[in-house]
């Protein structure tokens, strides 16, 4: 049975970037293993200099680096890459909740579903400075 917080995660999945390139099956694969966790205003989600253990999807915006907003999936190159984050991830002012997908669920993902990559570097090309 599928329970209703995956189907929820499923739609926010949905609707953004690379995810939006995947099959329903697929997106509920990942939907299963993303957890759902809350950061209070100014918390850093990922600190300057820390290699990301995983990617977070924070649909609804709220958090920034380097004084602007971060992209809605992110830390995605520094997770794949092992690149360390230049500046921190910080909750904005209302906070955020954002799914957290594992490395190694995303490492699969990426083996899996070509189609995520390219979700992925259009993500990137768009969100470049």
Known sequence: MIGAEAVQRLFILRAVGPFQRLEDAELLLIARHARVRTFPP??????????????????????????????????????LFGLAARADYVAGPEGVEALVIAKPHVFTIARECPEF?????????????
């Open 117 to 129: 990559v390219v979700g992925l570097r259009d993500l990137a090309e768009r969100t470049a400075p």
């Open 42 to 79: 100014g918390k850093v989600v990922i600190a300057a200099g820390v290699v990301a253990e995983a990617m977070f999807v924070a649909p609804l915006g709220g958090v920034e680096v380097g004084g602007a907003a971060a992209p809605v999936v992110f830390d995605a190159p520094g997770l």
